[in-house]
């Protein structure tokens, strides 16, 4: 049987910090051109997972494929050409504080791609428009965004050189609806119009269903439930059930205790 | 029992940090020769580094020379040898003085203010950031600041000796009555190459373990801005017991034979 090679493969993904066993075992396919989005519960280790696929974190066993590259362990040169690839929103938006918004925007094409600044300018404010973001917020500093502001700059930051594979860790949360839906359409079109393969995390299912093709959840470091975003609600997994109703009661125990 | 496992836990924690700043010097090294050199950077951290650092070495700088000739002409009045302070003070200004307290000083400023930066970007994960756009923090943060630090402090040190110098000129014409030709005559008569050079050699030596320290503590920090603290606060510690060791090291190297 022969089929087109998975953008991204991650096999038997162990990650743990000391005795915190964060992913124990995950496998997990995506084709080019795919967009998936993994849910999961506060602290399963969603963002830990796009660190490691992005070599940040060094997993302590399991195999990372990148169009059929082994990426597991790259060195420092190796591993600033397979980043060419990817572009990645942080939860926390990590912003370069040093630097003005548009600066933060350029950063890859000015540094990684060589571009000249003009050009890279103006690109920058193209994105920084298709956030919502006007010129006017470009010369400003990162300290002197709102927390949603942020998260769209590094949304911006994100989609401006035109990676294959984009991974957004929520990249809703902190955002208005509206402007969560604009986001959620903006991602969309990264694929339609860009053939980027995007992973998303998020924890708004009204968001995952606009612009997940497939879903994933997330529990106690493997992949419990994987299928088609149709699917979801017939899934008969009981902890996608759960997790997709918001429910307290179930399988998943929040380690909380009742009052 | 309990003894034994904490000495070799020790020992081990200090291998391990030993290992790990030799990679991460080794990395910072191995960055620095291979382009791209960020040329707007490393102009940026100069200034820092070398022009803001200018009060702070100076004042120290001036003090020490000053308090230098007031010793000196206390203590070589016992013997009669009041004529040796210009030859004094500017040995110990050029030789240890300069170097050694422009390096502390520096370690305490620019040491202190590195780890912080590097690691409120380490923990607020811009660290992180910067890889993912293809651009090795090695690069672009480490390598602009060791270069500027070691390029920058022997500059310090030279203005450090120039005014240490001045300052002991000042005490003794104005206070202790020397006479100024004789006084400067005195300095530069017994002054050789060798003893600018040396402390010069040191300067760039100490300008290389501050920023490497600074770098590597922000680097590895962790925890939020605990962490940063901690990073801050080891990263002067160490710096300055380091200078201190290799001073001694380098004064061997020149002077001991
Ligand atoms: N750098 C780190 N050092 C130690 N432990 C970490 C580190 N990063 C994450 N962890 C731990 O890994 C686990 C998963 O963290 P992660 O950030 O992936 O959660 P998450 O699924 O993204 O949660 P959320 O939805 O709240 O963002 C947590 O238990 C966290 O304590
Ligand atoms: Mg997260």
Redesign the interface.
Known sequence: MTRATPKIELADLHVAFGANRVLQGLDLTIAAGESVVIIGGSGSGKSVLLKCILGLLEPSRGRIRIDGEDVTRLSGAERQTVMRKFGMLFQGAALFDSLPVWENVAFGLIQGDKMARPNARRIALEKLAQVGLGADVAELGPAELSGGMKKRVGLARAIARQPEIIFFDEPTTGLDPIMGDVIDRLIVKCRTELGATTLSITHDMASARRIADRIAMLYQGRIVWDGPVATIDRSGNPYVDQFINGRAEGPIQMAVSAA | MKLLVLIGRTVLHGFETVGSLSVFSG?ALA?GVRP?IYLRLIGMQMLEIGFYSLPVVGLTAIFTGMVLALQTFNAAARFNAESTIATVVVLSMTRELGPVLAGLMTAGRVGAAIAAEIGT?RV???I?????????P?K?LVMPRVIAGVTMLPFLVLVADIIGVMGGYLVSIHKLGFNPAAYLKNTFDYLETMDVVSGLVKAAVFGFLITLMGCYQGYHSRGGAQGVGAAATNAVVSASILILAANYLITEFFFAR
């Open positions: 990395q960055h791209p970007m607020t994960e811009q992180d950031a910067l890889t993912t756009l293809s651009t090795s090695f672009y």
